[in-house]
Protein backbone atom coordinates (compact mmCIF):
# COMPACT_ATOMS: atom_id res chain seq x y z
CA UNK A 1 0.00 0.00 0.00
CA UNK A 2 2.54 2.37 0.68
CA UNK A 3 4.40 2.11 -2.28
CA UNK A 4 1.06 2.73 -4.32
CA UNK A 5 0.84 6.07 -2.23
CA UNK A 6 4.37 6.89 -3.01
CA UNK A 7 3.80 6.49 -7.24
CA UNK A 8 0.49 8.33 -7.12
CA UNK A 9 1.95 11.00 -5.12
CA UNK A 10 5.16 11.08 -8.19
CA UNK A 11 2.15 10.97 -10.52
CA UNK A 12 0.38 14.13 -8.89
CA UNK A 13 4.30 15.82 -8.54
CA UNK A 14 4.45 15.09 -12.73
CA UNK A 15 1.04 15.97 -13.06
CA UNK A 16 1.51 20.14 -12.18
CA UNK A 17 5.16 20.34 -12.11
CA UNK A 18 6.03 19.62 -8.65
CA UNK A 19 8.41 17.41 -5.99
CA UNK A 20 6.41 14.26 -4.40
CA UNK A 21 7.58 15.79 -1.09
CA UNK A 22 5.15 18.99 -1.93
CA UNK A 23 2.35 16.64 -2.66
CA UNK A 24 -0.26 16.06 0.21
CA UNK A 25 -2.74 14.04 -0.11
CA UNK A 26 -6.76 15.26 0.60
CA UNK A 27 -9.93 14.13 0.69
CA UNK A 28 -10.79 16.22 -2.33
CA UNK A 29 -10.50 20.08 -3.48
CA UNK A 30 -12.66 21.53 -0.43
CA UNK A 31 -10.32 20.08 1.89
CA UNK A 32 -7.25 21.18 -0.47
CA UNK A 33 -8.91 24.69 -0.49
CA UNK A 34 -9.33 24.68 3.34
CA UNK A 35 -6.21 23.40 4.78
CA UNK A 36 -3.97 25.69 1.76
CA UNK A 37 -5.44 29.06 3.09
CA UNK A 38 -6.82 28.12 6.59
CA UNK A 39 -3.03 27.05 6.79
CA UNK A 40 -1.21 29.44 5.20
CA UNK A 41 -2.71 32.61 6.96
CA UNK A 42 -2.13 31.05 10.33
CA UNK A 43 1.45 30.46 9.72
CA UNK A 44 1.58 34.16 8.38
CA UNK A 45 -0.66 35.74 11.17
CA UNK A 46 2.40 37.68 12.66
CA UNK A 47 2.37 39.66 8.84
CA UNK A 48 -0.98 40.72 8.93
CA UNK A 49 -4.74 39.26 9.26
CA UNK A 50 -5.95 39.85 5.57
CA UNK A 51 -6.79 36.91 3.20
CA UNK A 52 -7.84 38.07 -0.23
CA UNK A 53 -9.52 36.12 -3.53
CA UNK A 54 -11.26 36.76 -6.77
CA UNK A 55 -14.38 37.27 -6.65
CA UNK A 56 -16.08 34.36 -8.33
CA UNK A 57 -13.46 31.95 -6.43
CA UNK A 58 -15.35 28.42 -6.12
CA UNK A 59 -17.49 27.78 -2.79
CA UNK A 60 -14.97 26.23 -1.34
CA UNK A 61 -12.38 29.03 -1.25
CA UNK A 62 -15.13 31.56 -0.20
CA UNK A 63 -15.71 28.63 2.53
CA UNK A 64 -12.29 28.59 3.77
CA UNK A 65 -12.46 32.58 4.05
CA UNK A 66 -15.68 32.15 6.26
CA UNK A 67 -13.77 30.42 8.78
CA UNK A 68 -11.03 32.57 8.86
CA UNK A 69 -13.25 35.48 9.71
CA UNK A 70 -15.06 33.66 12.21
CA UNK A 71 -11.54 33.86 14.10
CA UNK A 72 -10.62 37.27 13.40
CA UNK A 73 -9.64 37.39 9.72
CA UNK A 74 -10.60 39.81 7.31
CA UNK A 75 -11.31 38.87 3.58
CA UNK A 76 -10.50 41.44 0.64
CA UNK A 77 -11.75 40.45 -3.00
CA UNK A 78 -10.00 41.39 -6.43
CA UNK A 79 -13.17 41.94 -8.75
CA UNK A 80 -13.75 40.35 -12.33
CA UNK A 81 -13.96 42.20 -15.62
CA UNK A 82 -16.71 41.71 -18.14
CA UNK A 83 -14.39 38.83 -19.42
CA UNK A 84 -14.92 36.75 -16.70
CA UNK A 85 -11.28 37.39 -15.68
CA UNK A 86 -9.58 39.29 -12.72
CA UNK A 87 -6.45 42.33 -13.83
CA UNK A 88 -3.52 41.69 -12.48
CA UNK A 89 -3.19 45.71 -11.49
CA UNK A 90 -5.95 45.15 -9.14
CA UNK A 91 -3.55 43.56 -6.69
CA UNK A 92 -2.10 46.72 -5.93
CA UNK A 93 -5.74 48.03 -4.23
CA UNK A 94 -5.27 45.01 -1.83
CA UNK A 95 -4.65 46.26 1.76
CA UNK A 96 -1.07 46.41 2.99
CA UNK A 97 -1.89 43.97 5.93
CA UNK A 98 -2.79 41.11 3.11
CA UNK A 99 -0.71 38.15 3.38
CA UNK A 100 -2.33 35.37 0.69
CA UNK A 101 -4.07 35.84 -2.54
CA UNK A 102 -5.90 33.04 -3.67
CA UNK A 103 -7.15 32.93 -7.49
CA UNK A 104 -8.28 30.05 -8.95
CA UNK A 105 -6.94 28.51 -12.75
CA UNK A 106 -9.93 27.89 -14.49
CA UNK A 107 -13.25 28.89 -13.58
CA UNK A 108 -15.58 26.27 -12.26
CA UNK A 109 -18.85 27.65 -14.24
CA UNK A 110 -17.53 29.39 -17.48
CA UNK A 111 -13.99 27.90 -17.55
CA UNK A 112 -12.40 30.58 -18.25
CA UNK A 113 -8.46 30.60 -17.49
CA UNK A 114 -7.06 33.51 -15.24
CA UNK A 115 -4.04 35.33 -15.33
CA UNK A 116 -2.58 33.39 -12.83
CA UNK A 117 1.50 33.84 -13.00
CA UNK A 118 0.87 37.99 -14.03
CA UNK A 119 -1.34 38.21 -11.11
CA UNK A 120 1.29 35.97 -8.95
CA UNK A 121 3.79 38.55 -9.82
CA UNK A 122 2.38 41.35 -8.30
CA UNK A 123 1.45 39.69 -5.79
CA UNK A 124 4.80 38.70 -4.73
CA UNK A 125 5.97 42.26 -5.25
CA UNK A 126 4.22 43.06 -2.44
CA UNK A 127 5.29 40.41 0.06
CA UNK A 128 1.78 38.16 -0.57
CA UNK A 129 1.59 34.26 -1.12
CA UNK A 130 -0.49 32.83 -3.62
CA UNK A 131 -2.93 30.18 -3.56
CA UNK A 132 -4.41 28.25 -6.99
CA UNK A 133 -7.11 26.60 -7.10
CA UNK A 134 -6.54 24.26 -9.71
CA UNK A 135 -9.40 21.68 -9.75
CA UNK A 136 -11.14 22.74 -13.09
CA UNK A 137 -7.80 22.63 -14.89
CA UNK A 138 -5.41 19.55 -14.11
CA UNK A 139 -5.32 17.54 -16.71
CA UNK A 140 -7.37 20.00 -19.19
CA UNK A 141 -4.01 22.18 -19.80
CA UNK A 142 -0.85 21.57 -18.65
CA UNK A 143 -0.99 22.76 -14.93
CA UNK A 144 3.28 23.87 -13.53
CA UNK A 145 2.94 25.27 -10.01
CA UNK A 146 5.81 26.88 -10.31
CA UNK A 147 5.33 28.71 -13.78
CA UNK A 148 2.04 29.94 -12.16
CA UNK A 149 4.04 31.57 -9.02
CA UNK A 150 1.89 29.44 -6.46
CA UNK A 151 2.56 28.49 -2.58
CA UNK A 152 0.17 25.99 -2.89
CA UNK A 153 -1.89 24.45 -5.13
CA UNK A 154 -5.06 22.12 -5.17
CA UNK A 155 -6.25 19.58 -7.32
CA UNK A 156 -8.92 16.80 -7.26
CA UNK A 157 -9.22 13.46 -8.82
CA UNK A 158 -12.58 13.09 -9.73
CA UNK A 159 -12.23 15.93 -12.16
CA UNK A 160 -9.51 14.37 -14.73
CA UNK A 161 -10.35 10.63 -13.96
CA UNK A 162 -9.05 9.40 -10.74
CA UNK A 163 -10.99 8.63 -8.10
CA UNK A 164 -13.67 10.53 -6.02
CA UNK A 165 -12.77 11.36 -2.56
CA UNK A 166 -8.74 11.47 -3.51
CA UNK A 167 -7.14 15.24 -3.96
CA UNK A 168 -4.10 17.29 -3.61
CA UNK A 169 -2.68 19.99 -1.81
CA UNK A 170 1.17 20.61 -3.11
CA UNK A 171 3.11 22.76 -0.52
CA UNK A 172 5.85 24.49 -2.37
CA UNK A 173 8.87 24.13 -0.54
CA UNK A 174 9.93 26.73 2.17
CA UNK A 175 6.11 27.69 1.90
CA UNK A 176 4.56 28.63 4.93
CA UNK A 177 1.95 26.57 6.25
CA UNK A 178 0.38 25.10 9.54
CA UNK A 179 -1.93 21.92 9.36
CA UNK A 180 -5.42 21.69 10.03
CA UNK A 181 -5.60 18.86 11.72
CA UNK A 182 -3.13 18.04 14.60
CA UNK A 183 -2.13 14.98 16.80
CA UNK A 184 -1.06 13.02 13.97
CA UNK A 185 1.84 12.29 11.29
CA UNK A 186 -0.26 11.87 8.49
CA UNK A 187 1.07 13.25 4.71
CA UNK A 188 4.43 14.22 7.06
CA UNK A 189 2.67 16.13 10.06
CA UNK A 190 0.92 18.39 7.01
CA UNK A 191 -2.44 16.60 7.37
Known sequence: ????????????????GAR??????????TEGDHAGLVGAAWALEGRGRTVACSAIEHHA??????????????????????DGRVRPADV??????????????????????QPVAETAARARARGMRVHCDAVQAAG???????ALGADWLVISGHKFGGPKGAGALVVRRGAPFEPLFRGSGHERGRR
Open 92 to 113: DALPPDTTVLSLMLANNETGVL
Open 20 to 29: PDEVVFTSGG
Open 1 to 16: ARAAIERAREQVAALV
Open 61 to 82: VHGALEVLRRVGFRAAHLPCGP
Open 140 to 146: KVPVDVA
